[in-house]
Every structure is written in C-alpha cells, then in structure tokens.
C-alpha cells in the first residue's frame, strides 16, 4: 500500500532501514571531561575517593523530520530540548581498614544530574532531573564484596486536567516517586 507523502508528517507505513529512526534526526556535537582524586587520611575517613565526569551537547542541526522534533516552535512540554545541555555526575566513597579483623568498610554516595538545558538526545540529561544514590560496603578477608545501597531518582512531569502524566524531565522523572535497594555479593575464586 502507498501512502501518499504530507510534507512534514512522519512516514509510519514503513519499517526504518539501515539504523534509521521514524523520528527527526540531526546532527550534535558531545563532550566529556572527567576526573579522579584520592584523597589522604582525615580524622573522618582512613581514604576516599573523589570522581566528576562533567559533560555536555549541543544541537547543530535537525535534519530529517523536523515536524516530529519536540524543540519546534510551538511545544511547551516539560521535556522541550534547548541546543545545549550540561550534565554533572560525582561519586565520593571513603574507605576505613579493617573495622574488624579482615574487614574493610565503604560508603559510596554519588549524585547525577542536569545542570542546564534539556538534551534532544534520549540519556543526553535533563536539567533538574538525575539520580542519586549512598550505601555501605564491606570487604572481607579480600575475597568477599557486600554492597547494599538505596538509589533515587528525581525530575518532574507535566500532568492533565486529570492529573495523569503527559511528559517527563527525561526517564528520572517518570522514576521520581520510587527509588529501590540493591544488595550485592562478591566473591574471587
């Protein structure tokens, strides 16, 4: 069946080919830079250490299917892409040896998010919206990992006059309500 082209619609009558996507498409430029510090011994903590990755993106152009692109004139949702975006994600764990005979004991805190803009790249970041998390660790006798930590997200959502959700600062958003627990185990042999 043909279906006759309407400038600017999307073409749903057939499947993508060679990677293509029914969506706008462009062009965008990323970057990344990222870090990592040790940190000596304090009265707080025997060592630690500190990770940043900031990184970013910018929209050059839309070239395929601009009508399906959510930065047009016009869209107001809460997940409106500007040209730029800036993300910031930092992990901070201390470490104290041997708490108990063979055991050593970490606290893993990280924290991830937008800074500004809203990527149009799905994952690209949303400002406003990320994820955090904290934990504890032990090490045993250097063969046994035990890891617990409660992760949560944060971001916001547009709503309806019935209240249901209609948009999403990005997936954290749709995930703001609820966190979750992870509890894992180790081991070399």
């Known amino acids: 069946v043909l279906v006759p082209a309407v400038p600017g619609s999307i073409a749903t009558s057939a499947i993508p080919d060679h990677a293509d996507a029914a969506g706008a498409l462009g062009s965008t430029w990323h970057w990344l830079v990222n870090g990592a510090y040790v940190l000596p011994k304090t009265p707080l903590f025997d060592t630690a250490n500190l990770l940043a990755e900031l990184a970013g993106g910018y929209l050059d152009k839309v070239t395929q299917n601009e009508a399906a692109y959510l930065g047009r004139a016009g869209y107001t949702g809460i997940d409106k892409p500007t040209r730029s975006v800036v993300t910031l994600a930092v992990n901070f764990t201390p470490t104290w040896f041997q708490v108990l005979p063979g055991v050593d004991l970490t606290m893993p805190i990280t924290w ?14 949303y400002k406003n919206a990320g994820n955090w998390s904290a934990g504890l660790g032990a090490t045993i006798q250097q063969q046994y990992i035990v890891n617990l930590a409660y992760v949560g997200y944060y971001g916001s959502y547009d709503t309806n006059a019935t209240g249901a959700a209609t948009a999403f600062s990005g997936p954290n958003g749709a995930l703001s309500d609820r966190g979750w627990v992870s509890l894992t185990l180790k081991t070399t042999f």
């Open 112 to 125: 991830a998010g937008g800074i500004s803009g809203t990527s149009p790249i799905l994952y690209g970041g």
